[in-house]
Protein backbone atom coordinates (compact mmCIF):
# COMPACT_ATOMS: atom_id res chain seq x y z
CA UNK A 1 0.00 0.00 0.00
CA UNK A 2 3.29 2.70 0.71
CA UNK A 3 4.71 1.63 -2.42
CA UNK A 4 0.65 2.59 -4.08
CA UNK A 5 0.71 5.48 -2.50
CA UNK A 6 4.43 6.42 -3.28
CA UNK A 7 3.93 6.17 -7.10
CA UNK A 8 0.44 7.91 -6.94
CA UNK A 9 1.89 11.14 -4.98
CA UNK A 10 2.93 14.52 -6.56
CA UNK A 11 6.62 15.38 -6.51
CA UNK A 12 7.27 18.63 -4.70
CA UNK A 13 10.13 20.38 -3.51
CA UNK A 14 10.70 23.62 -0.79
CA UNK A 15 10.10 26.46 -1.56
CA UNK A 16 12.73 29.22 -0.67
CA UNK A 17 9.80 30.46 1.84
CA UNK A 18 9.23 27.01 3.38
CA UNK A 19 6.13 26.25 1.77
CA UNK A 20 5.95 23.05 -0.32
CA UNK A 21 5.65 23.92 -4.21
CA UNK A 22 3.01 21.50 -6.43
CA UNK A 23 5.03 20.84 -9.90
CA UNK A 24 1.44 20.14 -11.41
CA UNK A 25 -0.13 23.28 -9.98
CA UNK A 26 3.38 25.34 -10.99
CA UNK A 27 2.82 23.90 -14.58
CA UNK A 28 -0.93 24.88 -14.73
CA UNK A 29 -0.17 28.73 -13.04
CA UNK A 30 2.46 28.88 -15.71
CA UNK A 31 0.30 27.80 -18.40
CA UNK A 32 -2.80 30.65 -17.01
CA UNK A 33 -0.10 32.78 -17.34
CA UNK A 34 0.37 32.69 -20.94
CA UNK A 35 -2.98 32.59 -21.41
CA UNK A 36 -3.76 36.06 -19.63
CA UNK A 37 -0.82 37.46 -21.39
CA UNK A 38 -1.96 36.53 -24.70
CA UNK A 39 -5.72 37.80 -23.16
CA UNK A 40 -4.19 41.22 -22.10
CA UNK A 41 -1.36 41.75 -25.06
CA UNK A 42 -4.33 42.08 -27.34
CA UNK A 43 -6.90 43.87 -25.39
CA UNK A 44 -4.09 46.95 -24.75
CA UNK A 45 -2.89 46.85 -28.45
CA UNK A 46 -6.36 47.09 -29.71
CA UNK A 47 -8.51 48.72 -27.14
CA UNK A 48 -7.41 52.35 -27.95
CA UNK A 49 -8.64 51.51 -31.60
CA UNK A 50 -12.57 50.83 -30.34
CA UNK A 51 -15.12 53.40 -30.13
CA UNK A 52 -18.65 53.11 -28.86
CA UNK A 53 -21.29 54.62 -31.36
CA UNK A 54 -24.49 55.89 -30.63
CA UNK A 55 -27.24 56.62 -33.20
CA UNK A 56 -30.36 58.13 -33.24
CA UNK A 57 -33.10 57.62 -35.98
CA UNK A 58 -35.77 60.69 -37.23
CA UNK A 59 -35.39 64.39 -37.56
CA UNK A 60 -32.71 65.75 -35.85
CA UNK A 61 -34.96 68.45 -33.65
CA UNK A 62 -37.35 65.56 -32.19
CA UNK A 63 -36.87 62.53 -29.92
CA UNK A 64 -36.38 59.83 -31.70
CA UNK A 65 -36.28 55.70 -30.87
CA UNK A 66 -32.03 54.85 -30.77
CA UNK A 67 -29.35 52.79 -30.30
CA UNK A 68 -25.27 51.85 -29.43
CA UNK A 69 -22.65 49.82 -30.78
CA UNK A 70 -19.14 49.30 -31.38
CA UNK A 71 -16.50 49.89 -33.91
CA UNK A 72 -12.86 50.40 -34.63
CA UNK A 73 -10.68 52.33 -36.14
CA UNK A 74 -8.66 51.45 -38.95
CA UNK A 75 -7.28 54.22 -40.74
CA UNK A 76 -5.57 57.15 -39.15
CA UNK A 77 -7.90 59.63 -40.89
CA UNK A 78 -10.40 58.36 -38.88
CA UNK A 79 -12.64 56.13 -40.60
CA UNK A 80 -14.35 53.46 -38.53
CA UNK A 81 -15.29 50.08 -38.97
CA UNK A 82 -18.74 49.08 -37.49
CA UNK A 83 -22.17 46.82 -38.44
CA UNK A 84 -24.69 48.05 -40.99
CA UNK A 85 -27.18 46.95 -38.62
CA UNK A 86 -26.28 49.60 -35.86
CA UNK A 87 -26.13 52.68 -38.20
CA UNK A 88 -28.32 52.03 -40.97
CA UNK A 89 -30.72 54.72 -41.20
CA UNK A 90 -29.30 56.41 -38.65
CA UNK A 91 -29.41 60.39 -38.45
CA UNK A 92 -27.07 61.38 -35.98
CA UNK A 93 -24.36 59.12 -35.19
CA UNK A 94 -21.77 60.09 -31.86
CA UNK A 95 -18.63 58.55 -31.56
CA UNK A 96 -17.33 58.14 -28.38
CA UNK A 97 -13.03 57.45 -28.31
CA UNK A 98 -11.59 54.91 -25.41
CA UNK A 99 -9.89 58.33 -24.12
CA UNK A 100 -13.35 60.01 -23.47
CA UNK A 101 -13.31 62.44 -26.75
CA UNK A 102 -16.55 62.67 -28.81
CA UNK A 103 -17.09 63.40 -32.50
CA UNK A 104 -20.16 63.33 -34.90
CA UNK A 105 -19.82 61.03 -36.82
CA UNK A 106 -20.98 60.89 -40.85
CA UNK A 107 -21.58 57.39 -42.06
CA UNK A 108 -19.40 56.99 -45.36
CA UNK A 109 -21.55 54.34 -46.80
CA UNK A 110 -23.36 50.64 -45.43
CA UNK A 111 -23.94 47.38 -46.69
CA UNK A 112 -26.44 45.05 -45.51
CA UNK A 113 -25.60 42.16 -47.34
CA UNK A 114 -22.70 41.70 -45.54
CA UNK A 115 -23.93 43.47 -42.06
CA UNK A 116 -20.47 46.21 -42.26
CA UNK A 117 -20.62 50.13 -42.67
CA UNK A 118 -18.29 52.92 -42.76
CA UNK A 119 -18.36 55.65 -40.20
CA UNK A 120 -15.71 58.99 -40.60
CA UNK A 121 -14.83 61.42 -38.11
CA UNK A 122 -12.85 64.49 -38.37
CA UNK A 123 -10.30 64.16 -35.47
CA UNK A 124 -6.52 64.17 -35.03
CA UNK A 125 -4.74 61.40 -36.29
CA UNK A 126 -5.76 58.24 -34.93
CA UNK A 127 -4.41 55.06 -33.73
CA UNK A 128 -5.67 52.17 -36.21
CA UNK A 129 -6.43 48.35 -35.63
CA UNK A 130 -4.04 46.32 -37.27
CA UNK A 131 -6.31 44.11 -40.04
CA UNK A 132 -4.93 40.43 -39.71
CA UNK A 133 -6.00 37.75 -42.77
CA UNK A 134 -8.89 35.61 -42.19
CA UNK A 135 -7.89 33.17 -44.13
CA UNK A 136 -4.95 32.30 -42.07
CA UNK A 137 -6.76 31.32 -38.75
CA UNK A 138 -7.96 28.01 -37.45
CA UNK A 139 -10.43 26.27 -35.67
CA UNK A 140 -9.45 26.28 -32.07
CA UNK A 141 -7.32 29.46 -32.15
CA UNK A 142 -7.76 31.78 -29.37
CA UNK A 143 -9.80 34.80 -29.81
CA UNK A 144 -10.47 37.89 -28.17
CA UNK A 145 -13.57 40.21 -28.45
CA UNK A 146 -13.64 44.06 -27.88
CA UNK A 147 -16.31 46.01 -27.52
CA UNK A 148 -18.65 48.12 -25.38
CA UNK A 149 -21.80 46.21 -24.39
CA UNK A 150 -24.69 47.78 -22.92
CA UNK A 151 -22.50 50.56 -22.73
CA UNK A 152 -19.90 49.39 -20.71
CA UNK A 153 -16.56 50.40 -22.21
CA UNK A 154 -13.78 48.92 -23.62
CA UNK A 155 -15.09 44.97 -22.30
CA UNK A 156 -13.03 42.22 -22.91
CA UNK A 157 -13.93 38.43 -23.27
CA UNK A 158 -12.11 35.87 -24.85
CA UNK A 159 -13.01 32.00 -26.41
CA UNK A 160 -11.75 30.47 -29.27
CA UNK A 161 -12.73 29.93 -32.83
CA UNK A 162 -15.64 27.27 -32.86
CA UNK A 163 -15.75 26.84 -36.43
CA UNK A 164 -14.88 28.89 -40.02
CA UNK A 165 -16.80 28.58 -43.37
CA UNK A 166 -20.62 29.18 -41.28
CA UNK A 167 -23.74 31.31 -43.49
CA UNK A 168 -25.38 33.54 -41.61
CA UNK A 169 -28.26 35.20 -42.96
CA UNK A 170 -28.24 39.14 -42.94
CA UNK A 171 -31.07 41.78 -42.06
CA UNK A 172 -31.27 42.45 -45.72
CA UNK A 173 -32.30 38.63 -46.46
CA UNK A 174 -29.07 37.47 -48.07
CA UNK A 175 -26.55 34.84 -46.58
CA UNK A 176 -23.14 36.19 -45.30
CA UNK A 177 -20.95 33.50 -46.40
CA UNK A 178 -17.80 32.66 -44.40
CA UNK A 179 -18.71 33.82 -41.23
CA UNK A 180 -16.68 33.02 -38.23
CA UNK A 181 -17.98 31.40 -35.06
CA UNK A 182 -16.86 31.86 -31.69
CA UNK A 183 -17.64 31.38 -28.15
CA UNK A 184 -16.27 34.47 -27.02
CA UNK A 185 -19.25 36.05 -25.71
CA UNK A 186 -21.19 38.95 -27.11
CA UNK A 187 -23.75 40.70 -25.68
CA UNK A 188 -26.15 43.46 -27.08
CA UNK A 189 -23.47 46.62 -27.85
CA UNK A 190 -20.58 44.43 -28.86
CA UNK A 191 -22.06 44.42 -32.81
CA UNK A 192 -19.06 46.29 -34.82
CA UNK A 193 -16.62 45.44 -32.15
CA UNK A 194 -13.62 43.84 -33.69
CA UNK A 195 -12.22 39.86 -33.05
CA UNK A 196 -8.82 39.57 -32.29
CA UNK A 197 -6.24 36.98 -32.42
CA UNK A 198 -3.80 37.07 -29.63
CA UNK A 199 -1.16 38.87 -31.64
CA UNK A 200 -3.66 41.87 -31.88
CA UNK A 201 -4.59 41.35 -35.27
CA UNK A 202 -8.23 42.38 -36.25
CA UNK A 203 -9.63 39.00 -38.08
CA UNK A 204 -13.26 39.60 -38.18
CA UNK A 205 -15.69 42.64 -37.04
CA UNK A 206 -18.46 40.98 -34.64
CA UNK A 207 -22.04 41.05 -35.66
CA UNK A 208 -24.49 38.54 -34.14
CA UNK A 209 -24.91 36.26 -31.27
CA UNK A 210 -28.15 33.48 -30.87
CA UNK A 211 -29.56 35.33 -27.79
CA UNK A 212 -31.21 31.51 -26.78
CA UNK A 213 -28.53 29.59 -26.85
CA UNK A 214 -24.81 29.92 -25.08
CA UNK A 215 -21.50 30.39 -26.99
CA UNK A 216 -22.63 30.76 -30.51
CA UNK A 217 -21.36 33.94 -31.18
CA UNK A 218 -20.31 34.94 -34.91
CA UNK A 219 -18.27 37.46 -36.56
CA UNK A 220 -17.89 38.64 -40.62
CA UNK A 221 -14.56 37.54 -41.76
CA UNK A 222 -12.11 40.68 -41.92
CA UNK A 223 -11.10 39.59 -45.47
CA UNK A 224 -14.74 40.26 -46.63
CA UNK A 225 -15.20 43.61 -44.48
CA UNK A 226 -11.66 44.67 -46.36
CA UNK A 227 -13.23 44.12 -50.35
CA UNK A 228 -16.99 46.25 -48.57
CA UNK A 229 -14.67 48.93 -46.80
CA UNK A 230 -12.77 49.45 -50.00
CA UNK A 231 -15.89 49.80 -51.92
CA UNK A 232 -17.87 52.11 -49.69
CA UNK A 233 -14.96 54.80 -49.08
CA UNK A 234 -15.27 55.12 -52.75
CA UNK A 235 -18.44 54.74 -53.94
CA UNK A 236 -20.65 54.77 -50.83
CA UNK A 237 -22.46 51.71 -51.87
CA UNK A 238 -21.46 48.33 -52.83
CA UNK A 239 -22.42 46.99 -56.42
CA UNK A 240 -22.58 43.27 -57.00
CA UNK A 241 -23.54 41.02 -59.16
CA UNK A 242 -24.47 36.99 -58.74
CA UNK A 243 -24.87 33.82 -60.17
CA UNK A 244 -27.35 32.72 -57.77
CA UNK A 245 -25.47 30.13 -55.31
CA UNK A 246 -24.87 29.78 -51.95
CA UNK A 247 -21.94 28.46 -50.88
CA UNK A 248 -18.89 27.83 -48.35
CA UNK A 249 -14.86 26.99 -48.45
CA UNK A 250 -13.88 23.52 -48.18
CA UNK A 251 -10.42 22.03 -48.72
CA UNK A 252 -9.61 20.15 -51.73
CA UNK A 253 -8.05 16.43 -51.44
CA UNK A 254 -4.51 16.33 -52.54
CA UNK A 255 -5.12 14.15 -55.91
CA UNK A 256 -7.53 16.39 -57.10
CA UNK A 257 -5.52 19.38 -56.88
CA UNK A 258 -3.00 17.40 -58.45
CA UNK A 259 -4.34 15.55 -61.24
CA UNK A 260 -6.09 18.84 -62.10
CA UNK A 261 -2.80 20.81 -61.63
CA UNK A 262 -5.31 23.49 -59.66
CA UNK A 263 -3.92 26.76 -58.60
CA UNK A 264 -5.71 26.50 -55.29
CA UNK A 265 -5.82 23.88 -52.75
CA UNK A 266 -9.74 24.86 -51.88
CA UNK A 267 -12.88 25.51 -53.88
CA UNK A 268 -15.83 26.65 -53.10
CA UNK A 269 -18.44 24.02 -51.84
CA UNK A 270 -21.91 24.76 -53.87
CA UNK A 271 -24.32 24.63 -50.92
CA UNK A 272 -27.29 25.64 -52.84
CA UNK A 273 -28.81 27.38 -56.83
CA UNK A 274 -31.30 29.50 -56.45
CA UNK A 275 -34.56 29.01 -58.47
CA UNK A 276 -34.49 30.64 -62.38
CA UNK A 277 -30.93 31.94 -61.54
CA UNK A 278 -27.90 32.21 -64.24
CA UNK A 279 -26.24 29.34 -62.40
CA UNK A 280 -29.43 26.90 -63.07
CA UNK A 281 -29.57 27.66 -66.24
CA UNK A 282 -25.50 27.28 -66.55
CA UNK A 283 -26.33 23.71 -64.54
CA UNK A 284 -24.61 24.50 -61.86
CA UNK A 285 -25.72 21.82 -59.02
CA UNK A 286 -25.44 21.45 -55.49
CA UNK A 287 -22.56 19.68 -54.11
CA UNK A 288 -20.56 21.21 -56.67
CA UNK A 289 -17.06 22.48 -56.40
CA UNK A 290 -16.16 25.93 -58.07
CA UNK A 291 -12.36 25.96 -58.62
CA UNK A 292 -12.95 28.88 -61.22
CA UNK A 293 -14.50 31.67 -62.62
CA UNK A 294 -13.36 33.92 -65.63
CA UNK A 295 -9.98 32.30 -66.00
CA UNK A 296 -9.25 33.64 -62.32
CA UNK A 297 -8.26 30.07 -59.81
CA UNK A 298 -11.18 30.60 -57.24
CA UNK A 299 -10.09 28.97 -53.67
CA UNK A 300 -12.89 30.50 -51.35
CA UNK A 301 -15.74 32.57 -51.12
CA UNK A 302 -13.89 35.57 -51.13
CA UNK A 303 -12.17 35.14 -54.27
CA UNK A 304 -15.93 34.29 -55.96
CA UNK A 305 -17.14 37.96 -54.34
CA UNK A 306 -14.33 39.87 -55.66
CA UNK A 307 -14.86 38.69 -59.12
CA UNK A 308 -18.65 38.82 -59.07
CA UNK A 309 -18.57 42.96 -59.54
CA UNK A 310 -20.49 45.20 -61.02
CA UNK A 311 -18.60 45.10 -64.05
CA UNK A 312 -19.79 41.84 -65.00
CA UNK A 313 -23.16 42.42 -64.66
CA UNK A 314 -24.81 40.18 -68.49
CA UNK A 315 -21.13 39.32 -69.42
CA UNK A 316 -20.67 35.33 -70.17
CA UNK A 317 -18.15 34.03 -68.53
CA UNK A 318 -16.99 30.33 -67.91
CA UNK A 319 -16.78 29.01 -64.60
CA UNK A 320 -15.18 25.83 -63.63
CA UNK A 321 -15.73 22.83 -61.24
CA UNK A 322 -15.46 19.61 -59.93
CA UNK A 323 -18.08 17.15 -60.37
CA UNK A 324 -17.41 13.73 -58.72
CA UNK A 325 -13.85 14.57 -59.45
CA UNK A 326 -14.17 15.27 -63.12
CA UNK A 327 -13.53 18.55 -64.21
CA UNK A 328 -16.45 20.61 -65.89
CA UNK A 329 -16.66 24.28 -67.62
CA UNK A 330 -20.21 25.83 -67.91
CA UNK A 331 -20.71 29.40 -69.04
CA UNK A 332 -23.04 31.53 -66.55
CA UNK A 333 -24.15 35.18 -67.30
CA UNK A 334 -24.27 36.59 -64.01
CA UNK A 335 -27.03 39.26 -63.16
CA UNK A 336 -27.23 42.34 -61.01
CA UNK A 337 -27.79 41.54 -57.37
CA UNK A 338 -31.10 42.78 -55.79
CA UNK A 339 -31.71 42.47 -52.22
CA UNK A 340 -31.36 38.75 -51.02
CA UNK A 341 -29.93 37.39 -54.10
CA UNK A 342 -27.15 34.93 -53.39
CA UNK A 343 -22.98 34.75 -54.64
Do not use: W
Not at 146 to 152: C, L, M, S
Not at 251 to 276: G, T, Y
Amino acid sequence: MEQLLERLSVPSENRRDGSILDHGADADLALLDAYSRAVIGAAESVSPSVVNLEVRHGPRDQPAPGGSGSGFVFTPDGFILTNSHVVHGATRIAVTLPDGRHFDGVLVGDDPDTDLAVVRIAAPPLVPARLGDSQRIRVGQLVIAIGNPYGFQCTVTAGVVSALGRSLRSQSGRLIDNVIQTDAALNPGNSGGPLVTARGEVIGVNTAMIRSAQGLCFATAINTAKFVAAKLIRDGRVRRSVIGVAGQDVPLPRRLVRMHQLAAESAVLVAAVADASPAERAGLRQGDLIVGYAGQPIGGIDDLHRLLTEEQVGVRSRVTILRRGERLDLDVVPEEATSGARG
